[in-house]
């Protein structure tokens, strides 16, 4: 399994590195078929809240969906402490979700049975982008790539990314949401074949959106 570590804004000492390997090292045991970890240190610059001046993101990359865990702290090796501690439950959530049981088949979980073993997600941390937008914002430099018309120096800041999908049912978009620790996820219904997105609500409500270009608006 390949072990990769980038700093951001700040240099990885050997002795960090070593401890981020040493610790990270132990993903083969919940996540055997894990090809790569891919480990973010990020030392936020002038920050007003110094608390959550470090920041560590985490993701596995294997066959099927990453899995990702970050946590912000005071310091590099607190912040990996809790990104680690995040990240090793959602390995065992993905493991015992493919254990056989006794009776040698598999049984596919409820949507209730599915829900009620999601704990409420913490706040999304902002986009590790922004600093390079500031810079960018800073030079003049176009931030919608010419998608939206501005005048003047305009702050809208437009970043796109584009994913590769396979159709999923809602229980798996659910699954997939809680892995990579965010309040909501985008995927292809396999039922319907539209783009929805499954979203995290208050307490432990969820729901769902999708888009369909064959429905007439409605007239008042």
């Not at 809680?178 to 208050?202: Q, T």
Request: charged share 35%.
């Amino acid at each position: 399994m390949e072990i990769v570590v980038n700093g951001r804004q700040l240099t990885i000492s050997d002795s960090f590195r070593a401890h981020i390997e040493d610790k990270i090292a132990k993903v083969e045991q919940l996540a055997p078929r894990a090809q790569r970890v891919e480990v973010h240190v990020t030392h936020e610059k002038n920050s007003r809240q110094p608390e959550t001046s470090e920041r560590v993101e985490l993701t596995v990359v294997a066959k099927g969906p990453a899995i990702r865990a970050e946590a912000m702290a005071s310091d590099k090796y607190a912040a990996l402490d809790l990104a680690w501690a995040k990240l090793v439950e959602r390995l065992r959530r993905a493991r015992d979700r493919h254990k056989v049981p006794r009776s040698g088949h598999h049984r596919k979980e409820s949507t209730a049975e599915v829900l009620a073993k999601m704990p409420v997600a913490e706040p999304m941390i902002p986009d590790s982008d922004a600093d390079e937008a500031k810079r960018d914002e800073d030079r003049g430099v176009d931030q919608t790539n010419g998608r939206i018309k501005a005048e003047g120096d305009s702050p809208v800041v437009l970043r796109e990314k584009s994913f590769s999908a396979s159709p999923i049912g809602i229980e798996e978009a659910l699954n997939r949401m809680e892995l990579v620790g965010h309040d909501f996820y985008l995927f292809i219904d396999e039922e319907s074949s539209k783009p929805s997105v499954v979203y995290r609500r208050k307490g432990w409500s969820y729901g769902v959106i999708a888009l369909d270009h064959e429905l007439e608006e409605a007239i008042d």
